[in-house]
Structure formats: structure tokens, C-alpha cells
Nanobody
Framework: QVQLVDAGGGLVQAGGSLRLSCAAS????????MGWFRQAPGKEREFVAAITWTYGRTYYADSVKGRFTISRDNAKNTAYLQMNSLKPEDTAVYYC?????????????????WGQGTQVTVSS
């Protein structure tokens, strides 16, 4: 079993920054990938960013490239999402997910465990 605890959301003005964290516990030693997704009201969950645990290879959605940075601390089993230059359209609940497989990192069905979500609200 794995538990993911994501945190760090909040209310911020457009142009501001937030840093999300996702702490993993349990069976994490053979996990492959940690990803961040977001879901706005009335919309489907969409891919934001992902990182491989071993080599730190990163992937980003086009909408966040150059503004968001995903990183990980293997010793702490924690992944981070630094979000800069936030826009109102970034408003959503952000979820971290953990995957044991090297499949499509942008597909939510590739992930085996999810955090509870953290709300990010960007005001204009």
C-alpha cells in the first residue's frame, strides 16, 4: 500500500507563486514515476507534470512549460511542484499520483495511487 499526502495549495494573485509537495509512504522503492494532475470544476483531470524517481527525467504540459517546475527528493520520498507566474486558468484541485510503470505519463489511468488533492485558486 502507498499513501500520498499532497499539500501547499492556497489562494494567490495572478503572477504569484506556490509550491506544492507530495509525500509518499509505503511501497515506494520500486515506483517509477510521480505526476501532478489538476481538475477544474466541470472539467476532466488533466496532466500537468511528471518526473521519474531514478533519473529525474521531467515532462510538462504545454500550458505550464516555462512556469512550473517539478522536482523530487528521493531521500524524503517527496515530489514538489513549483508554480510561478500563476494565471487564473491554473485554478483547480491539484493531485499527485504515483505510478509503477513506464507507460504514458500524461494519462491518469497509468497511475496507481493518488493524493487527496490540494486546492489552488488564482485571482485576477
Amino acid at each position: 500500500q502507498v499513501q500520498l499526502v499532497d499539500a501547499g495549495g492556497g489562494l494567490v494573485q495572478a503572477g504569484g507563486s506556490l509550491r506544492l509537495s507530495c509525500a509518499a509512504s509505503g511501497r515506494t522503492f520500486d515506483s517509477y514515476l510521480m505526476g501532478w494532475f489538476r481538475q477544474a470544476p466541470g472539467k476532466e483531470r488533466e496532466f500537468v507534470a511528471a518526473i521519474t524517481w531514478t533519473y529525474g527525467r521531467t515532462y510538462y504540459a504545454d500550458s505550464v512549460k516555462g512556469r512550473f517546475t517539478i522536482s523530487r527528493d528521493n531521500a524524503k520520498n517527496t515530489a514538489y511542484l513549483q508554480m510561478n507566474s500563476l494565471k487564473p486558468e491554473d485554478t483547480a484541485v491539484y493531485y499527485c499520483g504515483l505510478s509503477y510503470y513506464s507507460g504514458n505519463y500524461a494519462r491518469s489511468t497509468n497511475y496507481d495511487y493518488w493524493g487527496q488533492g490540494t486546492q489552488v485558486t488564482v485571482s485576477s
